[in-house]
């Protein structure tokens, strides 16, 4: 029963697969898939078309539906109902999918093929199908022979792993619920069910485990991961919160040796808090419901509710005891080996995690500084963590943080109190399972066995899209990603390889390559960055944000196509990516904090120290936390620079996962993927019941309409051509003509009977390959035929049925009649008295009773007769059955013979195999010594190994310590750089204040007359200041520059640097490459080891077969001894019952002769006569019985034989097999000696290699040699000139000084004017604040609005006139003020006007959403007709393929007609061979009768002879004892002669196969001689050589392509000429197209222009801010222009309208063509006419839908300048706000000024001095500055010399290299030319065995001269004895009696015949 149950789950019923109604229906109504909102997709069927939508039929309640065209799917044929394999489905897309995975589900099959995928539906139940019997069913089964299942693809990647020694993967992904875990663990059953290791007794008790068997441990590991890492959610009540990939390793006979478990992004989250109505992980229930109580004690537990953590506190799975599984979960620790005392710590540490959450802060009540006012879960967390409570709450309430280079204190709020415990608490729990999970694997690893290949288990979340998708959705979406690129690309690899194997044409496309660029988005590390990358970046940045990152991101990935921003501002999603399975919104909120997972370090370090050595080794890479500190205090630091970590710290989560990936991604590569892809079918958990929206999205995340996209590219359906000539030959009947023809050409004549389009379908070597849809087609056509055939033959058998009820119906008529004649002649005769006398005496004559008797005896006599025949027939068969057993026999003796010569040829084979047994001893040894010095070599090379990964990690070290340095150099080159732009602020504002001083003093002299002379004393004095200062600036400028080349030069030494790192890459990957080559080769003599070992083993077990098969052949002799003498017996036998046969028949006869005289005689006569028959009886049943029993003992002897030939066949099979098995060893060994040939090659080839690698890094060298001395040059340069401007800044100050002199000179008499100047002063003060504030605003415009810089250029300019204009501005004050009411009212009408340009603004972007919606409806519509174009010329082809077929059948009936008078002609042809035959004959009975007459007459010459034989029969009775002597001796040397001329043969046979096997191996020398010569002079020739050869091959190559090209072309133009008016119609097309290509090129230029348009508009809208009238001109030019829009607008509609309409008139006429096409399929010439036409039409049509096209495209090109213009007006509308803004500002400061301008005079001096002193500070700090750079750039120097210097010993040593690989050549070399010593002495023995052949061909022709003499005589010798033993058995005859029939004298007379031709052969002889 359960067998039966399993496979109700496992196989589908064919019955209701091969139902005819349902193919009836499918045919009949069309049905096609229609989508519904509550089952996804109906079956419908097709009723009416009206132009763009279809009425439909719903099949479920008939209702009929109007649909869009485009909506509707294809429906596959009734056959492919529930297929197994949705690859082979003909129709590929979302609903037939949809409905085989329904179909099947509901049928209780959950597991079902997609291509490579293998999906599985959760059946929320137990099924029978994971039994022993099933694992058993598809062990070592292909997956094609037995229903999916796991266990199908589990067996095939175990089997294939085996075979080709390749890793193999299983990746299981899925939604959570899907069923992941439950399908690995069935993998896991089946894999160690399969492949668990039989150990030996003696191994057993070497390493007896504690613990238990590796699969057992293998096993238990998975509810270990399961109670750590599993827990219950809404969706699943087992649900794994981590990715797994199990890699479970073999060794080479396929037995587990080890384990190894990586995990992938635990969610640790779910330690502390859960969602409702779900738990957090399994092992918190298991403890608290499980321990014991003295365990609860130790682990300070408490009840559920008392926890925190635990948030819903205890919620149950139904189904599930978490106390037993507490049990369980201990006994498989056990069974992994873990101790107590890690079990106890373990829990502790889980108990821990629950305590953490119980731990309470509250705030102060006058500060935010967090308090703990209980201690109690405080000290439960410290006694069992091992720690100190004091320590622990101050490094949580007030922890130590380095500020600067000193530790300070800090006070934590309640909130980052509360965040640093739930951080502790998920890294403790994470830490714990990462360390279990190393655990495990510890456990699991075993180095005995080494593994030879391995199977990877990958269980990992499957495409995640929720409402919002946070930075977890990202890392699970991007790996599914990536797994798609590699199922892509294994999948078309695959496709493409068996289109390769099967031969057929095809171009290769990487489907990889269609998810590169959202993985690029994702990953991409540089130009430009990718999203994770600009996580990363920002992590480093002080005071980044999720908002920033948002804003980077969109800045950076901005135009990525599959990259969108959220388009309206109100969105909660932050951006949104266009994956594969859809688009995602991504939300980034505290991305930067889950990227760093900060961790308080002061904890952490607390628990390094810990008592515990449990929790000390959990934590013991405390010096890799990122510490709270160092996030808090991000926003604090001023650069970068000062969140600059140690080495080998602060990697971020992204960058981790990454390299998890990257490394899980390169094994997946290197292994070959098996893909299963869970479905969950409801959220509900029940079992039968499939939500179809849920499914179909859940096929689109996993890929799998995806992958069937990328079969639709191909041709994914494929028949064999059996099967596709039986099932659709019925569509081409006669076309294959009669007898037996090649799958292939029959498939290749029913295609083109078919006339099928080329690009359909393609041939291949064993199959027929189809597009999609095609097989779809060829049913119909089948079906049609199927139900004609049908209903012809229902007409036949109806008519047939109706005749022989007609014809039965009158037999019934004249039966009627008869009976009603004869009834009525009854009634006549009935009264007639005579009649009466009639019938009552007839019965009492006796006369009629012995005619009765007489025909009785006659029947018995014949009878007997029969029998008697019968019995000679039975004889006569036993005699030729005894001849033909005769036959046997010495057909057997002959294979006895051929059995000795092939044993001795066989112990001579061994003779020959135990001499190259000890020749191959002896090379073994030359081996063994090679071996060992290969060994030295290697232990060499492995020192030297060594010493290079020194020398490697030592220059990593080296690097991590540059890039430090290199970092450093950086933030410190930021830091320069911010100081340089300060400085240049400082000379901004000082060029400012010089230009304000001079201005102020121009004033000045009009007021103070008196200072005339000394201000321009003064002024000179500035002057030659400003003189000096020039000087600096060139000077600085000057530096600039050099510092600039330096840079060019450190980043050309860095480049070079790079260069020979990369050779030095290049040089370790050589290396590496040379050791592989060793390991390979030292792989290949352990496995020429190992197969020497197994010949050896064969050779043993072949001698046992032999001596075997000896002794079954001396028993089977013996046996046919015995045989020959039961045959002699019954021969005896045999002769005897002849002679009683012929006595009886003698007697028979006479008594024949009585009874024919004694036939009237009396009652006695009567009474003797049943006395003879009753003997005669009795001698019969005695006949009867020794027939049978002969005829048992001939089956038996027949039975005898049968078995003895049977063992001699099979003895002769396992005789060839050995012969097979040395001939197959032999050629292993000249394929190995083969390979060490091509390694040899290809050593010498990477010697080649690596001499041009060095010539290489010479040159190189050189070359940095060279550029080294420049930079040493250019360096001494620099010191020069610093030490010119060191003088020149000493000369500088000594100026300075003395005008400071000169200025306290000029204090005194400045003291009147510095109440002046003051004020000026302050003044000065405030405009350069102004200005900073100004330029600080310039810039942040700047970054935001590039379009604006020019404008804002402009207003500086203006604002310098402003300041010019100051002695003007009290006149102009007023005018100012006019200006700027008139300025409020026109502000106030452009405000007005904004809003109305909003609202036209709004009411353009719903015109414009309007229209693209039209213009994806007329997308949508120009596919659709597209698609009906291909249907139409589809109908077209249909239509032409009848007009064909018409033209066929016309050609069949004119050769019917011909073959009919072919027949009648060769019927005429038969009647005169039929009279010429009879004529034949009748001369051929004529010399019949002839040969009858001479026959008589030779008869009686016999009979004279018989006498005359007679009488010489009697003189030898008399000497017949001699001659029986002489005869056995005679036979004597005859066997002798036989055997020696057996031995003969066999030697003769050996030398003849030794000279074979010689001239073999001379020849196989020979061919690898020249083999080896013609490559080396391949290799000496040149790439020069090569190339030119690609280069012609391409010539030759294209000029095939070119003349398939024109065969093509003329065979196309010759037979199809309406072809061509299509295809010249697709060109105007495609001129039209591309016409309107340029047009839309001329529409971007236009663009272009009119882009450059509006930059001149922008600049009037500068010139109208000087003159603010000009605004309301624009605006109402802006009006205009929005009227004009609208205007277009309008246009546009009725333009749309228009093309609607035509579209319309389109639709309809393409309506009335169709029905045109239905009704003209009669007529040949119409449909041709009609054809035209409608080609004619379809282009007129295509124009205008063209043209349509393009009208729609310029109108959304104007709509988006418009809106272009738009968003330009309004930006420049805000500008002239913020200038208003600005110009008042300005008002009011410049009345402060001129208020204040007297106070400030009196400063001036002040001023200028803090000037003259700020310049020459600033100067002296640039030159500090440029020192600093100079010192950097000699160190930056100093690290380039010493990386030159090591890429000087790397050189070295890779010359050293070279020069042992030179040795090792060299070596290579002399075991060449021993190889070559070797071959010529084969030569000789090559020579001396031809020579010894030579001798053996004499001898053999001297055997057989006497072969044949000893064959004569030993014929003649055999006819003498044959006629002797006649002339024997002639004498020992009895002598015949004169009653004998004729017939037995016929025998004599043959006997007698007979053997006077034997007398007469003898005497010839003699």
């Not at 829990?347 to 953490?356: E, H, I, T």
């Not at 000390?616 to 205090?633: N, S």
Request: with cysteine; charged share 35%; glycine share 4%.
């Amino acid at each position: 029963m359960t067998q039966r149950d399993a496979e109700r789950y496992l196989y589908v019923d064919k019955n209701l697969l091969n139902n005819p109604l349902t193919q009836a229906d499918w045919a009949a109504k069309k049905l096609v898939w229609v989508p519904s909102d509550r089952s996804g997709f109906e079956a419908a069927s097709v009723k009416e078309e009206i132009g763009e939508e279809a009425i439909v039929e719903l099949v479920e309640n008939s209702k009929k539906v109007k649909i869009n065209k485009d909506d509707i799917q294809k429906m596959n044929p009734p056959k492919f109902s529930k297929v197994e394999d949705m690859a082979e489905l003909t129709c590929l897309n979302e609903a037939s999918v949809l409905h085989n995975l329904k179909e099947r589900y509901y049928s209780g099959l959950i597991y079902t093929y997609s291509g490579l995928f293998c999906v599985v539906i959760n059946p929320y139940k137990n099924l029978p199908i994971y039994t022993e019997e099933i694992v058993e069913m598809y062990k070592g089964k292909k997956r094609h022979e037995l229903p999916p299942h796991i266990y199908a693809i589990t067996d095939t990647a175990y089997r294939s792993m085996l075979q080709d020694r390749e890793d193999q993967s299983i990746l299981c992904t899925g939604e959570s619920g899907a069923g992941k875990t439950e399908n690995t663990k069935k993998v896991i059953q089946y894999l160690a069910h399969v492949a668990s290791s039989h150990k030996s007794k003696k191994e057993q008790q070497s390493t007896v485990l504690a613990y238990g068997e590796l699969e057992k441990q293998l096993l238990q590991a998975n509810p270990i991961l399961e109670a750590f890492g599993n827990a219950k959610t809404v969706k699943n009540d087992n649900s794994s919160r981590f990715g797994k990939f199990i890699r479970i390793n073999f060794d080479v006979n396929g037995y587990i040796v080890g384990a190894n478990i990586e995990t992938y992004l635990l969610e640790k989250s779910r330690a502390i808090r859960q969602a409702k109505d779900e738990r957090t992980f399994h092992i918190f229930y298991y403890l608290l419901s499980g321990a014991g109580e003295h365990l609860k004690t130790d682990l300070l537990l408490e009840g559920y509710n008392n926890y925190k953590f635990v948030s819903n506190g205890h919620i149950t799975i139904p189904g599930q005891q978490d106390r037993e599984l507490f049990q369980e979960t201990m006994e498989a620790f056990k069974i992994m080996g873990i101790s107590g005392d890690e079990l106890i710590a373990m829990l502790k540490v889980v108990s821990a995690v629950l305590q953490f959450g119980n731990i309470i802060f509250k705030k102060e009540r006058n500060t935010d500084q967090a308090t703990m006012p209980e201690n109690t879960a405080a000290q439960k967390v410290c006694h069992l963590l091992g720690i100190h409570v004091t320590d622990f709450s101050r490094a949580i309430l007030t922890p130590r943080i380095k500020v600067g280079r000193d530790y300070v204190q800090k006070a934590q709020t309640k909130e980052q109190a509360d965040f640093a415990v739930e951080a502790l608490a998920k890294a403790t729990y994470e830490r714990l399972f990462r360390w279990l999970v190393m655990r495990i694997n510890k456990a699991l690893d075993r180095t005995k066995r080494q593994g030879a290949s391995f199977v990877g288990i990958l269980d990992i979340a499957g495409f995640e899209i929720f409402e919002l998708n946070s930075f977890e959705q990202l890392c699970i979406n991007y790996t599914n990603e990536k797994l798609q690129q590699l199922f892509n690309h294994t999948m078309f690899i695959l496709e493409q390889e068996e289109y390769q194997r099967e031969g057929i044409e095809w171009n290769f496309i990487d489907f990889g390559l269609d998810l590169q660029p959202c993985i690029d988005l994702i990953e991409k590390s540089a130009s430009p960055p990718g999203i994770l990358a600009l996580l990363d970046e920002e992590c480093w940045f002080p005071k980044a944000t999720d908002k920033t990152f948002v804003e980077k991101v969109v800045q950076e990935q901005g135009t990525h196509p599959k990259f969108q921003k959220p388009k309206q501002l109100k969105d909660k999603a932050d951006f949104c990516i266009m994956h594969y399975a859809g688009k995602v919104d991504y939300k980034a909120t505290e991305w930067l904090m889950k990227n760093m997972d900060p961790l308080n370090d002061n904890i952490a370090s607390l628990l390094h120290q810990s008592s515990d050595k449990f929790i000390a080794d959990l934590w013991r890479d405390v010096d890799r936390i990122v510490g709270l500190d160092q996030v808090v205090d991000l926003s604090h630091a001023v650069l970068p620079g000062t969140f600059k970590t140690k080495r080998g710290m602060f990697r971020t989560v992204s960058q981790l996962y990454k390299e998890q990936l990257s490394k899980l991604m390169a094994t997946l590569r290197n292994t070959n993927p098996n893909f299963v892809r869970c479905i969950i079918p409801n959220h509900e958990k029940k079992s039968g019941k499939l939500e179809a929206h849920l499914v179909l999205e859940q096929l689109r995340c996993n890929g799998v309409l995806e992958g069937i996209r990328i079969c639709r590219q191909g041709f994914p359906n494929r028949i064999v051509f059996q099967e596709f000539r039986q099932r659709y030959e019925i569509l081409t009947p006669n076309s294959i003509p009669k007898g037996f023809m090649d799958g292939k050409q029959a498939c290749v004549l029913m295609i083109k009977a078919l006339e099928l389009d080329s690009n359909l379908y393609r041939i291949g070597q064993s199959k027929v390959f189809f597009r999609a849809g095609v097989l779809a087609h060829l049913e119909e056509e089948r079906d049609l035929k199927i139900t004609d055939v049908i209903i012809e033959f229902q007409a036949l058998c109806r008519g047939y049925l109706a005749r022989k009820a007609f014809a039965r119906r009158q037999q019934q008529l004249n039966a009627m009649k008869v009976i009603q004649r004869n009834c009525a002649a009854y009634l006549k005769l009935r009264n007639w008295q005579w009649w009466r006398l009639f019938t009552k005496v007839k019965p009492l004559l006796q006369v009629s009773r012995q005619e009765e008797e007489m025909v009785a005896k006659e029947d018995e006599l014949h009878k007997t007769k029969e029998r008697q025949l019968l019995a000679e027939q039975r004889i006569s068969e036993i005699e030729e059955q005894n001849n033909q057993l005769n036959v046997e026999k010495s057909a057997l003796q002959e294979q006895l013979q051929a059995e000795t010569e092939l044993c001795a040829e066989a112990e001579e084979m061994r003779s020959r195999m135990a001499a190259k047994k000890q020749e191959l001893e002896e090379i073994l040894h030359d081996l063994e010594a090679r071996v060992e010095e290969e060994e030295e070599r290697c232990q060499h090379l492995l020192t030297d190994k060594k010493k290079m990964h020194q020398n490697i990690q030592e220059l990593e070290e080296q690097l991590e310590e540059e890039e430090a340095a290199r970092q450093k150099l950086q933030l410190e080159k930021v830091t320069a750089e911010a100081k340089l732009k300060k400085m240049d602020e400082d000379i901004l504002v000082l060029d400012d204040q010089n230009n304000k001083l001079s201005k102020e003093k121009k004033l000045m002299e009009e007021r103070v007359a008196e200072y005339t002379t000394n201000l321009a004393e003064e002024e000179e004095k500035s002057k030659s200041l400003a003189k000096l200062k020039a000087k600096h600036e060139t000077m600085i400028s000057d530096l600039e520059d050099r510092l600039r080349r330096e840079e060019k030069g450190r980043q050309e030494l860095e480049k070079n640097r790079r260069k020979l790192e990369g050779d030095s890459s290049d040089l370790h990957d050589q290396i590496a490459e040379l050791q592989q080559q060793i390991a390979e080769l030292k792989a290949q003599l352990a496995k020429k080891e190992e197969e020497l070992q197994a010949a050896l083993a064969r050779m043993e077990e072949e001698t046992s077969y032999k001596n075997a098969a000896i002794k079954k052949i001396r028993e089977l002799e013996s046996h046919i001894s015995e045989l020959q003498e039961d045959l002699e017996s019954e021969k005896t036998s045999r002769i005897k019952a002849d002679k009683q046969k012929r006595d009886l028949g003698e007697e028979l006869e006479a008594l024949k002769t009585e009874l024919e005289d004694t036939l009237d005689s009396t009652a006695a006569q009567q009474e003797l006569r049943a006395k003879r028959e009753h003997e005669v009886s009795q001698m019969k049943r005695v006949l009867e019985d020794e027939a049978k029993t002969h005829e048992a003992q001939i089956q038996e002897i027949r039975q005898k034989h049968s078995q003895i030939v049977e063992d001699l066949s099979e003895q002769l099979e396992q005789t060839k097999r050995f012969k097979s098995g040395l001939e197959k060893t032999k050629q292993v060994l000249e394929s190995e000696r083969n390979e060490l040939s091509v390694e040899m090659k290809n050593l010498m080839q990477s010697k080649a290699d690596s001499e041009h690698r060095r010539k290489k890094l010479e040159s190189v060298m050189q070359e940095m040699q060279v550029k080294y001395t420049d930079g040493d040059r250019s360096r001494n340069e620099l010191v020069e000139k610093v030490g010119k401007l060191q003088s020149e800044l000493e000369n500088v100050t000594t100026l300075m000084n003395q005008a400071d002199s000169k200025v306290i000179k000029l204090t005194k008499d400045y003291s009147t004017v510095e109440s002046h100047l003051q004020d000026t002063q302050e003044l000065l003060q405030e405009e350069t604040r102004q200005k900073l504030s100004f330029s600080t605003k310039l810039r942040h415009t700047e970054e935001e609005y590039n379009r604006i810089h020019e404008q804002l250029e402009e207003e500086e300019e203006a604002k310098r006139n402003l300041e010019k204009q100051f002695s003007v501005l009290q006149t102009q004050l007023s005018e100012s003020k006019k200006r700027l009411d008139d300025g409020c009212a026109s502000l106030e009408t452009v405000e007005e006007g904004k809003k109305k340009i909003q609202k036209d603004m709004e009411l353009l972007t719903q015109r414009y959403e309007e229209k693209t919606s039209a213009y994806d409806k007329l997308e949508k519509t120009k596919n659709r007709l597209q698609q009906e174009l291909d249907d139409v010329i589809v109908g077209l082809d249909h239509q032409r393929q009848i007009v064909s077929n018409l033209e066929k059948k016309q050609k069949k009936f004119d050769q019917l007609l011909a073959e009919e008078k072919n027949i009648s002609l060769k019927n005429s042809e038969e009647r005169d061979r039929a009279q010429a035959e009879a004529r034949e004959k009748e001369t051929k009975t004529l010399a019949l009768t002839r040969a009858l007459e001479e026959a008589m007459d030779q008869k009686v010459e016999m009979e004279k002879m018989n006498k005359l034989l007679r009488a010489e029969m009697e003189d030898l009775v008399s000497s017949k004892d001699d001659v029986g002597k002489s005869v056995h001796e005679l036979e004597k040397g005859k066997r002798a002669l036989e055997q020696q001329v057996e031995e003969m043969k066999t030697q003769l046979e050996e030398l003849e196969d030794e000279l074979q096997a010689t001239e073999d191996a001379k020849l196989r020398l020979e061919v690898n001689l020249q083999a080896m010569k013609a490559q080396f002079d391949r290799e000496l020739m040149g790439k020069d050589e090569m190339s030119e050869e690609k280069r012609r091959q391409l010539i030759k190559q294209v000029r095939e392509m070119e003349a398939e090209l024109e065969d093509e072309r003329k065979q196309r133009s010759m037979a199809v000429t309406a072809k061509k008016k299509l295809e010249m119609d697709f060109k105007d097309l495609e001129g039209q197209i591309e016409a309107s290509n340029k047009g839309r090129d001329e529409a971007i230029k236009q663009l272009r222009k009119l882009q450059a348009q509006l930059k001149d508009f922008q600049r009037e809208l500068d010139d109208a801010r000087n003159s603010r009238e000009e605004i309301l001109t624009q605006s109402k030019e802006t009006e205009k222009k929005l009227k004009q829009f609208e205007a277009e607008m309008i246009h546009f509609q009725e333009e749309l309208a228009a093309a609607e309409r035509a579209k319309r008139q389109i639709q309809q006429e393409r309506d009335e063509l169709a029905e045109e096409i239905a009704t003209n399929c009669s007529g040949k010439s119409l449909a041709l006419d009609e054809k035209r036409r409608l080609e004619a039409r379809i282009a007129q049509l295509e124009e205008e839908v063209e043209e349509e096209q393009t009208n729609a495209e310029m109108a959304n090109d104007r709509l988006k300048k418009a809106n272009l213009q738009v968003d330009q007006i309004n930006a420049d509308l805000s500008a002239e706000r913020s200038n208003a803004q600005k110009a008042e500002n300005a008002r009011q400061q410049f009345d402060r000024q001129n208020k204040d301008l007297k106070a400030k005079l009196q400063e001036m001096e002040n001023v200028v001095r803090s000037k003259y002193k700020a310049s020459l500070t600033a100067l002296e700090a640039k030159v500090s500055q440029l020192e600093e750079q100079l010192d950097s750039e000699t160190r930056e120097r100093q690290a380039a010399c010493k990386l030159v210097r090591r890429s000087e010993k790397k050189l070295k040593e890779g010359l050293l290299q070279i020069e042992d690989e030179r040795r090792n050549s060299d070596q290579y070399k002399d075991q060449v030319e021993k190889a070559n010593s070797r071959v010529k002495q084969l030569k000789r023995q090559l020579e001396e065995a031809e020579e010894e052949a030579q001798r053996a061909n004499a001898s053999r022709r001297k055997l057989q001269r006497e072969l044949e003499d000893t064959t004569e005589t030993a014929d003649a010798m055999t006819r003498e004895v044959s006629t002797l033993k006649n002339k024997l058995r002639r004498g020992g005859e009895p002598a015949f009696t004169v009653r004998r029939p004729v017939r037995k004298m016929d025998e004599i007379s043959d006997d007698d015949a007979e053997s006077r031709g034997e007398a007469g052969d003898t005497k010839a002889a003699e």
